[in-house]
Every structure is written in C-alpha cells, then in structure tokens.
C-alpha cells in the first residue's frame, strides 16, 4: 500500500516539479508566445520573427499595433542588417541591438505608399529606402512610431535581454 501511494505522489509531483522548472528557464510564461522585455521602464510584448519566413514578411500588411506591443527579429549571426517598409501600412520605429543588447541604430520609417497600380515589383522595392543597423547585429525591436522620440532611444542605449535564450528561438 505504501509503495502504490509514493508512486501516486511521485506521478503527480514530477509532471508539476518539470513545468515549474522549465517555466523558471524560461522566464515569464507568456500563452500568447509574445517574448516580454522591459525597455527603458516600459514592458512591451514581443511577436517573434525567428525565422527566414517570419523576418522577411515582418509588420507587412498590418495597419496598427496593439498598445505595447511589438515585433522582435532574431538573427541566427551577427551580421549588418537592412530593414525596408514592404508592404508595411503604418509608420514604424526600428532599433537595431547588438548581442550585448546595445543599440546600434535607431530609424523612424515613415508610411510608404503601396506599389501603385501598374509599377512592377521590382521598380516598388527599389523605390523603398533601406535603414542599415551600421554595425553587426543580432536583434531589432520594431515599435509603433514615436515610441523612438517618447522612450529616448539612442545609438548606445542599452536593452536587457536574455540574448542565449532569444538565440535559441532561431528557427
């Protein structure tokens, strides 16, 4: 009888002793999957694009953003990025972070007109400005506009992240 009771307790004690485990690793559980970071006093809710698919569409499509949210890149390597407004149809503030979480650059990309009936693919994106992260980087964060101007962003400025934890979101 006691050895039907301890596993009875051992059945029910595991399962809970692991999710509680795995949750502390990996920081706050979010059900959304939105990634939470503080940004100069401010929580903001992350969507995640981690892989090539979700990088390359982006905030492409979308007319807002929720109150405090945003969009986190995440890169498999450093490298020197360049973001563009493609298909995005709303004003968007971008920063660029190294892996220390440094900013290395910071863009206000204002709302660019949607390809217009009879231009070619190729000459819409050529027309679209390019904002570089000047120095390699591993992350961007894309916010609503005027967050950049509101929060005090600058090149230098520094974000806490878990940068091996958002590492190992690359997909």
């Not at 596993?7 to 559980?29: E, F, Q």
């Not at 390699?136 to 506009?145: G, K, N, S, T, Y």
Request: glycine content about 8%.
């Amino acid at each position: 009888m006691a050895v039907l009771g301890l596993r009875r307790v051992v059945a029910i004690v595991v399962p809970l002793l692991v999710s509680v485990l795995t949750a502390a690793c990996d920081g706050p559980a979010d059900p959304s999957g939105l990634q939470r970071i503080e940004v100069r006093g401010e929580i903001w809710a992350f969507e995640v694009a981690a892989d090539d698919a979700s990088r390359t569409r982006g905030l492409g499509g979308r007319e807002s953003l929720p109150p405090g949210q945003g969009m986190l890149f995440v890169f498999p390597e450093l490298g020197v990025r360049r973001f563009w407004m493609y298909d995005c149809l709303m004003p968007i503030d971008l920063v660029f972070l190294d892996d220390l979480g440094t900013i290395t650059a910071v863009h206000e990309m204002p709302f660019e007109p949607p390809r217009a009936e009879g231009e070619t693919e190729n000459e819409y994106a050529s027309r679209l400005p390019r904002y570089s992260s000047r120095f390699p980087v591993r992350f961007a964060l894309e916010f609503p506009a005027g967050t950049i101007d509101r929060l005090g962003l600058e090149p230098n400025t520094r974000v806490e992240l878990d940068g091996p934890r958002l590492k190992s979101l690359v997909r």
